[in-house]
């Protein structure tokens, strides 16, 4: 058996043991012009994968009072987040999003581009804002 702890970390008790099969997820179209399948979402965390077509660009969006990291696990893009230069991603690329930054990612390959969502707190429809930055 493993262990892992950070120092003064504090113990998370607000999770049980649970796998989610990753070939059983069905994502759902949205309006922001991508499909989405959430893994696992409790009041703290929610994680979704998302799955973007060749040629497509979401819509410019931003969430309140919610951080969000993409994962990218496939596929090639093009990501805008707030005021940082636009830029490339694949495969193991990271993209940090604090709550009220303006976001967007384009499809520049010839195959889906895949990433997960991992949102704290959870995401929920009523932090989704379209548009820029919130100011």
């Not at 950070?6 to 179209?29: F, H, S, T």
């Not at 696992?40 to 931003?62: C, F, M, N, W």
């Not at 940090?96 to 976001?103: A, F, H, K, L, M």
């Amino acid at each position: 058996m493993h262990a892992f702890s950070l120092p003064n970390a504090e113990r998370v008790d607000y999770m049980n043991p649970k796998i989610v099969k990753g070939n059983c997820l069905k994502g759902a179209p949205t309006a922001e012009r991508c499909l989405i399948a959430e893994n696992y979402s409790d009041e703290h965390l929610s994680i979704a994968q998302a799955r973007v077509k060749p040629g497509i660009t979401t819509l410019t969006h931003h969430l309140i009072g919610v951080n969000e990291i993409y994962l990218i696990t496939s596929g090639k893009g093009q990501v805008d987040v707030g005021d940082l230069k636009s830029t490339k991603v694949s495969a193991g690329d990271l993209i940090v999003i604090p709550s009220g930054t303006s976001q967007r990612i384009s499809n520049i390959g010839k195959s889906d581009l895949v990433f997960y969502c991992i949102c704290t707190p959870r995401f929920t429809q009523e932090c989704y804002r379209e548009g820029g930055k919130h100011e």
